[in-house]
């Protein structure tokens, strides 16, 4: 959710400036890396991992990178593609670029389910209603 959301706000923004989309590829990356890793994980998790945000930053960088990384190759695939194909669903003001971006929200968490699982499973990461993350 954490990096999802990220990645939305930073092209509703990145998309308004114009940018190339090579910038805007990399700037929604950045962006939803660190609102997933910084808040979603580190903040709001930090109470599971023991306490302390360093920690939790710590504990979490890894399990976020990885699904960060699953999440956008699904979520950029899909906006390349539709947004190529459809100029309009580069500007943030048009419902173009809504759908677009809600549909690849959903095949980014499609695509990122399965790490996210095995690492959940594993212990590498908390999943949601989890018991407190091993050390």
Do not use: C
């Not at 990145?14 to 890396?33: K, V």
């Not at 943030?92 to 968490?109: D, N, P, T, Y």
């Amino acid at each position: 959710a954490g990096d999802a959301t990220g990645i939305i706000v930073a092209a509703a923004i990145t998309t308004s400036l114009r940018l190339p989309m090579w910038l805007d590829s990399i700037s929604e990356y950045a962006f939803g890396f660190a609102f997933g890793l910084l808040v979603f994980q580190a903040l709001f998790m930090k109470s599971m991992m023991g306490g302390s945000y360093a920690k939790a930053l710590r504990m979490s960088f890894i399990p976020e990178w990885l699904s960060m990384n699953t999440m956008m190759g699904g979520m950029l695939a899909v906006m390349v593609i539709l947004m190529s194909w459809d100029m309009r669903a580069m500007d943030a003001r048009g419902i173009e670029f809504w759908v677009v971006m809600s549909f690849a929200a959903i095949v980014g968490g499609v695509v990122a389910y399965p790490i996210n699982y095995w690492m959940v499973d594993k212990g590498i990461k908390h999943g949601m209603m989890t018991r407190k993350q091993r050390a």
